[in-house]
């Protein structure tokens, strides 16, 4: 008995369909540096020229099980705008301009519907970062995956003059700290919500649609906002508000020695954080160690330039506010 490859569960016929369906998603993506399209065996991108010694900062990263939420309200055209976030947002504390991206989709069957739609998210995506997507890869996993499970991975690559790379050490006492606002629940915690909500088609007054939805919100992209920051004023050190909430990342972004001191009352907890705690009994503390709580990356800067930060990412729709100062002796956050 012959056997094809189609019949073992993998149909490559869909797979061509679906690159013919991401070409015009892709095509929006495309930015000075570019040299050709998708299609090739790898993605071409040339340096920018200017810099005197380039830096090319990497990072990877996925959407964890946010995309869970995804599957069961079969929504899959915001889920690609998460998975660039989360790499631009973490190239961007470094200083460097995000420059390209590759995705990596994997999937029980490729249904090349939804591999456009999951494309569709990730072009827009760059589109908010500036960055061209040059390629990736869709793989069709029978056996291994649920035909209707799939998997998003991450890669991005920016670029920052050497001498212009932020450095923690530089932060000191007195230090000034802001805050950006979150969209939501951006792409972290979703294990913990997952056993809090079993219906996530449930309609919630509240927001005016179903708590599924709500959980959907993309993740926040800083990329532009911060940019122009980074042309305007000295700014020290950057983090994103990711996995491990406050505790975890507003450290990372700061020398050894100091700490951060956080003003609770200087910004508000967005309502879908107040339901998950509620939902779940969690305490306040538990709370702000696992999300963004509304804060979903911090800039620090020196006195003498927060008030001008603050205004210039107010002006390009970041919604910023002081929320805190750096303080010595002390490594970790506290709270006033």
Not at 23 to 38: E, L, N
Not at 167 to 193: E, M, P, R, W, Y
Request: charged letters at 20%.
């Amino acid at each position: 008995m012959n056997t094809s490859y189609k019949q073992a569960g993998v149909d490559i016929e869909a797979g061509y369909n679906a690159v013919e369906l991401i070409k015009k998603h892709v095509k929006r993506t495309q930015i000075p540096g570019c040299i050709d399209g998708i299609g090739g065996f790898g993605g071409l991108f040339a340096l920018p020229s200017g810099y005197h010694e380039p830096v090319l900062v990497s990072g990877a990263d996925g959407v964890g099980t946010k995309l869970k939420i995804a599957v069961e309200l079969d929504i899959h055209n915001t889920i690609g705008i998460d998975a660039v976030a989360m790499c631009v947002n973490d190239i961007i504390c470094a200083g460097a301009k995000p420059l390209y991206f590759l995705d990596y989709i994997a999937t029980g069957k490729v249904i090349p519907e939804k591999i456009e739609q999951i494309v569709s998210g990730i072009a827009e995506g760059c589109v908010q970062a500036d960055c061209a997507l040059i390629g990736g890869e869709t793989a069709e996993h029978p056996g291994l995956m649920p035909e209707n499970d799939y998997d998003i991975g991450a890669f991005a690559t920016g670029i920052v003059e050497k001498a212009k790379i932020l450095d923690k050490t530089q932060v000191t006492k007195g230090d000034i700290i802001i805050g950006l606002a979150s969209s939501g629940v951006h792409s972290n915690g979703f294990s913990l919500i997952r056993k809090l909500f079993t219906d996530f088609t449930e309609y919630m007054p509240m927001f005016g649609t179903s708590i599924g939805e709500v959980l959907l919100t993309p993740t926040k992209i800083y990329v532009k906002p911060i940019l122009s920051l980074l042309d305007a004023v000295p700014v020290k050190s950057i983090s994103h508000i990711t996995g491990g909430g406050f505790h975890e990342n507003i450290p990372r972004s700061i020398s050894n020695g100091h700490g951060a001191r956080i003003d609770r009352s200087s910004f508000d907890v967005l309502p879908i954080f107040r339901l998950i705690q509620s939902k779940g009994n969690i305490p306040e503390e538990d709370m702000f160690h696992t999300f963004n709580m509304g804060i979903g990356m911090c800039v620090i800067t020196a006195p003498q330039y927060a008030e001008k930060a603050v205004q210039l990412l107010n002006d390009s729709g970041a919604s910023a506010r002081i929320i805190g100062e750096v303080i010595p002796d002390f490594e970790g956050v506290t709270w006033v």
